[in-house]
């Protein structure tokens, strides 16, 4: 049986709002779409931090855990949780196995988070994960550069992803944004 895996995941950060946007597709292999409405995009910590999945199904799901865990003992810190995550993440040979990536964010800052201990924040406050991420990421790019004073981050958002899911075969319209 093949890895059961493939999505879009986009965030932003724009004009004092933010959102993260993902698609409902799951697919084994290449070759067949298992599930049309998978929820990828998840609030924790009470509402005020989002988070966002590409990969594999049951290894994302161990890093949200993981992630919540971290996020619970630091109180909401986010960059702190998000350190501990990749540290232990790279460190561990069981997780290093996983095959996933986690995009998370808060009002104030955004992280892309790595098997491979990377914790990324973008410069321009946009990230985008999975098959369809590059679609997404320059749409969004596109439109928060041309037509940013017009749009919201959520709009952007659904756009973006929009876009990634007219493109990509494994992203598609059954979108979920969640905005802080």
């Not at 855990?65 to 460190?91: D, H, I, P, S, T």
């Not at 550069?145 to 876009?163: K, N, P």
Request: charge should be negative; aromatic fraction near 6%; proline fraction near 1%.
């Amino acid at each position: 049986m093949g890895q059961i895996h493939a999505t879009t995941i986009f965030a932003i950060h724009h004009k004092g709002g933010c959102a993260m946007a993902g698609d409902g597709q799951v697919t084994l292999g290449n070759a067949v779409v298992m599930k049309h409405t998978a929820r990828k995009v998840r609030r924790l910590f009470n509402g005020n931090v989002l988070a966002g999945f590409a990969g594999s199904v049951a290894d994302a799901f161990t890093l949200f855990e993981m992630f919540e865990g971290k996020l619970n003992e630091y109180n909401g810190n986010l960059q702190r949780a998000a350190v501990e995550v990749a540290k232990q993440w790279r460190g561990d040979k069981m997780l290093r196995q996983l095959e996933a990536m986690l995009l998370v964010m808060d009002k104030s800052t955004l992280l892309l988070v790595s098997g491979t201990g990377e914790v990324i924040e973008p410069d321009d406050g946009i990230l985008a994960i999975g098959s369809g991420g590059n679609y997404a990421l320059s749409a969004g790019r596109a439109l928060k550069q041309h037509a940013g004073e017009h749009l919201t981050a959520q709009q952007i958002a659904e756009a973006a992803l929009t876009t990634a899911a007219d493109i990509c075969v494994f992203t598609n319209h059954n979108i979920i944004v969640e905005a802080l």
